[in-house]
């Protein structure tokens, strides 16, 4: 089901469709899955198509089988079908870490119109908390300005984030630091009593602090939230997803970025820089 947020008169620069599904550890369904909404989400007019966290595996306990390497089905798909469907696509997958095939890194990829990838962003901040322990699985990326993954698409400047990140504002201001007007954060956000309203002050939050368009691709189903969602820059809900699977068509605007930001320069009055910690 493609849900079209409606358009609000003026002209529209960057079209974004954020796709909610449920994936599994039945690898070929993924592939099939992932594919089949990106077509869709395609047809409907996306120029940026964003897929959860995990598409490529998911399952109640992580584990190493859920791990493909860079030359597997599931990455060689989504190269595909972005050069198929001429879209930039933000997906994200587990790979194998380096030289321990029981360590895993979570992984936010993003291919180009030509199906050739543009960047690999490594989940910094992992899930331990709420009695889940991703950090048993996964080794977590590098904080850092080198590790910001900012995506010119269409002229238009995307910052990447997974998940978790959410909770770390500190996240968000390196990638607005990097440029970034519109942030994408893929999730497979844990579901349990009141994460879903969380999720929604986190959402809010981070787009209201960084004068931002907000796109949240979330996983739905069992144990997880679902609640994809595209916020304006003054946090205003423009598209929520209800359950079950669905593709959030939204047309982003540059000029309101500039806009809010001229009436709220907030990130000009910052007196404070982001640092990692060792």
Known sequence: MVIKAPRNGTE????????????????????FAAVDH?????????R??????YSAGWAPQLSPELAEAVDGPFHQAMSAVAAECAVDLVVGAIEPADGDP???????????????????YEKVHLFDAFGVRE?????????????????????VQVGVATCYDLRFPETFRVLVDGGAQVLVVIAAWAAGPGKAEQLDVLVRARAIENTTYLALASQHGRGRTGHSQVVDPLGRPMAVAEDGD???????????????????????????TVVPRG
């Open 246 to 272: 669905a593709v959030l068509l939204v047309n982003l605007e540059e000029q309101q970025v500039t806009d809010v930001r001229e009436q709220v320069p907030s990130l000009e009055h910052r007196r404070y």
């Open 12 to 31: 529209m620069t960057l079209p974004v469709a954020v796709v909610q599904l449920a994936a599994s550890a039945d690898s070929e369904a993924n592939v």
């Open 38 to 46: 990106v077509r869709a989400a395609a047809t409907a007019g996306a």
């Open 135 to 155: 950090s048993d699985v996964l080794d977590a990326g590098a904080p850092g300005a080198h590790q910001a993954m900012v995506l010119d698409v269409a002229g």
């Open 102 to 120: 029981a360590r895993c890194v979570n992984v936010a990829l993003a291919f180009g119109p030509d199906g050739a990838l543009r960047g690999r």
């Open 48 to 53: 940026l198509v964003v897929l959860p966290e």
